[in-house]
């Protein structure tokens, strides 16, 4: 290494240097004002760190590290109760419940660092591998040596900055992909895109209207949020358990948390029937991306009303109204994300256990803990 390179590792947001924005400019997710909210947001079982990479005096690299311990929470998800899954949650529990990711295990997608481009990415990308290491050390000291360390989420010509020797001990791994939405320039108004679609997805939007008729949506302020607080919870629980597998919680008031300090880049949509809140979508605008962010419903009304599709029509409307160029879709629901037009990116990671011996097993095992998923891919355009 370099003499001239180094690393500082920070455990406050209010610690980081003057110029750590001038590298978070891509991106909403690396700058100070989120990092903040996350440090202040983030749930029960997860510390946040950051790490700041030096030329001499210079700041050339910025990134997030989430710390999870995984022991804390009830329950890795209700979804499935098979063998497999009693297996894998067995062993989490056992032999991987402290996670050290270099990433934002709250969002899908490259959210977990950015270098300076003039400087040689090896050299930034072995001394992330050091501070890394550094941080892996740290918090064994504080009785919390991690399990499992991972780097996530990497596209295909993204994760191969990591081919250099430092990272040999770690295994590549894909999981469920990133689905991602682009808006076509033609597509000028909501009925543009409608009009682009085949006849049975049009067919498909139809029906979808039409079951949801009867709902109200609202766009939600900081007093809605604060006041529908214990109902909104209740709906994110709801999905939340629901999902094959959870690394973390939210705390109750998380979205209150985001709507106070992010204002009008963070967007909380609350649809009413009879009065009643049945369901909740949140959006974050990130430069020309609108990324999809947590929601929750009520199973029975979700299904009566078909009330996930018409979010996803709604979350579609609003960015062509509004000009956006994506919409991050993340992973999950591929199918019905891919039937409203979203396209599947792969993503990458690496993973490493820390027991040198546990880890040569990480490549032969991981298929059966991360079972691919089957899913059809639709294309409901013309």
């Not at 490259?110 to 941080?135: G, R, Y």
């Not at 033609?186 to 209207?209: G, L, M």
Request: charged content about 25%; some cysteine; proline content about 3%.
């Amino acid at each position: 290494m370099n003499p001239s390179y180094s690393f500082k590792i920070y455990n406050s947001v209010q610690d980081l240097p003057v110029h750590w924005d001038d590298l978070a400019t891509n991106t909403i997710f690396l700058n100070r004002k989120y990092l903040r909210i996350l440090e202040t947001a983030a749930p029960g079982n997860m510390s946040c760190h950051f790490i700041a990479l030096f030329y001499n005096e210079e700041i050339v690299g910025i990134a997030v590290s989430q710390f999870l311990d995984l022991s804390q929470i009830p329950s890795f998800g209700e979804r499935d109760s098979c063998l497999r899954t009693k297996i894998r949650n067995f062993v989490f529990k056992r032999f991987g419940s402290k996670v050290l990711i270099i990433g934002n295990n709250m969002l899908t997608g490259q959210n977990a660092f950015s270098l300076h481009p003039k400087f040689p990415t090896k050299e930034l990308v072995k001394l992330l591998k050091k501070a890394t290491d550094n941080l892996e050390n740290t918090l064994e000291k504080q009785g919390n040596k991690p399990h499992l360390s991972i780097f996530k989420d990497f596209s295909a010509t993204e994760i191969d900055i990591f081919n250099i020797p430092e990272y040999d001990s770690f295994y590549r791994f894909s999981t469920q992909p990133n689905m991602i939405f682009d808006i076509k320039n033609s597509w000028h108004i909501f009925d543009d895109y409608i009009a682009n679609k085949n006849k049975k997805y049009r067919d498909q939007y139809k029906r979808a209207r039409k079951k949801s008729e009867a709902l109200i949506k609202q766009k939600m302020s900081l007093e809605d949020i604060q006041k529908h607080r214990k109902r909104i919870y209740e709906l994110y629980l709801n999905v939340a358990q629901k999902a094959a597998f959870n690394t973390f919680y939210l705390n109750e008031d998380h979205f209150e948390i985001f709507k106070k300090n992010l204002k009008e880049q963070f967007l909380f949509y609350g649809y009413f029937d009879n009065n009643q809140l049945i369901g909740f979508n949140t959006l974050i605008k990130n430069g020309s991306d609108i990324d999809t962010y947590f929601l929750g419903y009520d199973e029975h009304c979700q299904k009566e009303k078909m009330l996930y599709l018409n979010m996803l029509y709604d979350m579609i409307g609003y960015s062509i109204n509004k000009k956006y160029s994506r919409i991050i879709f993340a992973r999950t629901a591929l199918e019905i994300k891919s039937s409203v037009g979203a396209k599947a990116v792969n993503m990458f990671g690496l993973i490493k256990h820390n027991n040198p011996f546990l880890n040569l097993f990480v490549s032969r095992t991981f298929g059966y803990f991360e079972p691919k998923m089957e899913w059809q891919e639709r294309n409901p355009f013309k």
